[in-house]
């Protein structure tokens, strides 16, 4: 599969998709976090969307220095939760994910980790999306750092995303509003593992 067939970020996509006209819950101009003015312009919105239900979507810009904001998380919220996908070809790869915004993502086999940060965006993404983030990180990192190690790191997430790599995708979904959608999927209730990482306790 190539890794350019989905798209890593799907939010607007499935936003286009609703089912009916989206419904404005609130909208306030509030102080950015990045410049301080009170300028950002935020909406939140509920959508009906196909194959997940209610979805919110809150989108804010900063007129003053045009810091953006995005997130997106499950409307009918649910108890926090680990949410557990062994991947072992194409079919789980093409999962479709709601990240929300204050979500970890894990690939404990690879130590690899997703931590948010407080203004971290929230997506509509599926698990090659996933990957193809953590790619576009290493790739980042690689300007500076080992370049041997930065390869072999980038060659195993390039034959992931190919399928050619079985792993474990982990969202540790500490606010219960995330989703992955497929079979094999797996819930259970947030364990260490989740609870060391989550920042923004």
Same mark, same amino acid.
């Given at each position: 599969m190539e890794a350019s067939s989905y798209s890593r970020d799907l939010t607007d996509k499935f936003a286009e998709q609703a089912l009916e006209e989206p419904q404005l819950l609130f909208r306030e101009t509030i102080r950015c976090p990045s410049c301080g003015s009170v300028s950002l312009a935020l909406e939140t919105y509920?959508?009906? $969307?196909?194959?997940?239900?209610? @979805?919110?979507?809150?989108?804010? @810009?900063?007129?003053?220095?045009?810091?953006?904001?995005?997130? &997106?998380? $499950?409307? !009918?919220?649910?108890?926090?939760?680990?949410?557990?996908?062994? &991947?072992?070809?194409?079919? !789980?790869?093409?999962?479709? &994910? $709601?990240?929300?915004?204050?979500?970890?993502?894990?690939?404990?086999?690879?130590?690899? +980790?997703?931590?948010?940060?407080?203004?971290?965006?929230?997506?509509?993404?599926? &698990? +090659?999306?996933?990957?193809s983030s953590f790619l576009e990180a290493v790739k980042i990192a690689c300007r500076d750092s080992d370049q041997a190690q930065c390869k072999e790191h980038a060659e195993w997430l390039s034959r992931a995303i190919e399928g050619l790599e079985s792993f474990t995708l982990v969202m540790c979904d500490y606010e219960g509003t995330g989703k992955i959608l497929g079979e094999k999927v797996v819930i259970k209730n947030l364990d260490r593992e989740c609870k060391l990482r989550n920042k923004l306790k």
């Amino acid at each position: 599969m190539e890794a350019s067939s989905y798209s890593r970020d799907l939010t607007d996509k499935f936003a286009e998709q609703a089912l009916e006209e989206p419904q404005l819950l609130f909208r306030e101009t509030i102080r950015c976090p990045s410049c301080g003015s009170v300028s950002l312009a935020l909406e939140t919105y509920l959508y009906k $969307v196909p194959h997940f239900g209610n @979805i919110i979507i809150d989108r804010g @810009i900063c007129a003053s220095c045009g810091f953006k904001y995005r997130d &997106v998380r $499950v409307a !009918e919220t649910d108890k926090p939760k680990k949410i557990i996908v062994r &991947v072992e070809g194409e079919q !789980e790869l093409r999962y479709l &994910v $709601v990240k929300p915004s204050s979500a970890s993502i894990l690939i404990p086999e690879k130590g690899y +980790e997703s931590i948010p940060g407080p203004y971290s965006p929230g997506y509509i993404t599926t &698990v +090659e999306g996933i990957l193809s983030s953590f790619l576009e990180a290493v790739k980042i990192a690689c300007r500076d750092s080992d370049q041997a190690q930065c390869k072999e790191h980038a060659e195993w997430l390039s034959r992931a995303i190919e399928g050619l790599e079985s792993f474990t995708l982990v969202m540790c979904d500490y606010e219960g509003t995330g989703k992955i959608l497929g079979e094999k999927v797996v819930i259970k209730n947030l364990d260490r593992e989740c609870k060391l990482r989550n920042k923004l306790k």
